[in-house]
């Protein structure tokens, strides 16, 4: 099974910050990566597929980049409702999903 | 506009069997992949299971392998999860979605989910 690890874990940050955070595959996934974002109670939303494709409706400021084993999403300005967690995904291999990233305020 | 309602969640002994249903609307249902993805209490989130559009190609997490089974209905737009001998490390909310291929396999469309709970 390929295995994705997230870092950091959790993340505190304020209004405007830059935050980045990576997520290392255990083997090459090529661009077979994805991004979601999750708010308690509801369900993941789509933010970057393809490694570094914005889905549709989702703000520029969200960003990803990588390829092989090492990926980013990057949010360029923090925003009051970007505070969530973050998980990454590889469908290279069947499906996983990192452990999660936890965006708080700081 | 796309939907997918999940159904069939509740409380189950452990050994015990549910079947979760995922009725679909919005879109040409037997044109795409769909998957089933669960998330424990607390937890992140986890795969589940995964069938094609035509039920050709199933797959399964090893976690569930040999307890769980998927299957669909293209005439019902709806997609079928049956857990069987379950364990109190299945309880979770259990959400229904839709795969789709545009450089990569991704999910773009989630259902709201439902619980399963395995306890006695």
């Known amino acids: 099974d390929i295995q994705l690890t997230q870092s950091p874990s959790s993340l505190s940050a304020s209004v405007g910050d830059r935050v980045i955070i990576t997520c290392r595959a255990s083997?090459?996934?090529?661009?077979?990566l994805n991004w979601y974002q999750q708010k308690p109670g509801k369900v993941p939303k789509l933010l970057i597929y393809?490694?570094?494709s914005l889905q549709s409706g989702v703000p520029s400021r969200f960003s990803g980049s990588g390829s092989g084993t090492d990926f980013t999403l990057t949010i360029s300005s923090l925003q009051p409702e970007d505070f969530a967690t973050y998980y990454c995904q590889q469908t290279f291999r069947t499906m996983t999903f990192g452990q999660g990233t936890r965006l708080e305020i700081k | 506009q796309v939907q997918l309602v999940e159904s069939g969640g509740g409380l189950v002994k452990p050994g015990g069997s549910l079947r979760l249903s995922c009725v679909a609307s919005g879109f040409s249902f037997s044109d795409y992949y769909m998957t089933w993805i669960r998330q424990a209490p607390g937890k992140g989130l986890e795969y589940v299971s995964y069938i094609s559009g035509e039920s050709t190609n199933t797959n399964f997490a090893d976690s569930v392998k040999g307890r769980f089974t998927i299957s669909r209905d293209n005439a019902e737009n709806s997609v079928y999860l049956q857990l069987n001998s379950l364990r109190s490390d299945d309880t979770a909310v259990y959400y229904c979605a839709r795969m789709v291929h545009m450089n990569c396999w991704y999910i773009d469309f989630w259902g709201q989910g439902t619980v399963v709970t395995v306890s006695s």
């Open positions: 083997q090459t996934i090529d661009n077979y």
């Open positions: 393809a490694a570094s």
